[in-house]
């Protein structure tokens, strides 16, 4: 009875999720190599997901660490499939393809970033509801973006399954991530 509880509870919280409609809209993007991505193309895999900037002085660095660490200790499990990092900025004005490929090489081997206008930036924000604001430029032209700080796990049917904040550590992360692996069921269309 009680596994069955669960899974009611699993199934609603799922239904739940797709309701609420969050990071469901297609958005039209480039990785650093150029070619362009969109939502159907994290379909069908793992996908942990964080909003940010490269000028971001402590909190992206720190969140992308955290998120790759993360995907290093789910890595070393074996018999789960593995999970894509992904980095999307909110600051498309300084972080070209170019500027991302820069960045995010030192973070993990298969850390994606993806760039784009500031409307296809804009658009895939606002898709998982996504905060941005940039402040006012100083006298040399710096300037910081707020954003909401939340890392998205995706699962394979694109659907959001869970959203972290910055409280949570790599080794949280991971667990959550496989324990949503385990009871992974595909919620029907």
């Known amino acids: 009875l009680r596994r069955e509880k669960e899974q009611r509870l699993r199934q609603r919280r799922l239904r739940d999720l797709r309701a609420l409609a969050l990071g469901q809209a297609d958005f039209q993007l480039q990785d650093t190599s150029g070619t362009p991505r969109s939502r159907a193309d994290l379909l069908g895999r793992w996908v942990l997901l964080y909003f940010g900037f490269t000028h971001c002085p402590d909190v992206c660095p720190e969140e992308l660490e955290k998120l ?11 018999g789960l499939p593995p999970v894509q990092p992904l980095f999307i900025t909110v600051d498309p004005a300084r972080d070209d393809a170019a500027a991302l490929g820069r960045y995010l ?4 081997p298969r850390l994606q970033g993806l760039t784009g206008t500031a409307e296809q930036v804009r658009a895939a924000a606002g898709a998982f509801r996504v905060y941005v604001s940039a402040g006012p430029p100083d006298p040399d032209g710096d300037y910081v973006v707020d954003h909401s700080v939340l890392t ?15 409280s949570r550590t790599a080794e949280e992360l991971a667990k959550s991530v496989r324990g949503h692996m385990e009871s992974y069921e595909p919620l029907p269309p």
């Open 105 to 108: 090489r030192d973070f993990h």
């Open 68 to 78: 790759c660490r993360a995907v290093e200790l789910l890595e070393g499990v074996p």
């Open 152 to 166: 998205f796990l995706l699962g394979p049917d694109g659907l959001v399954r869970d959203c972290y904040g910055r």
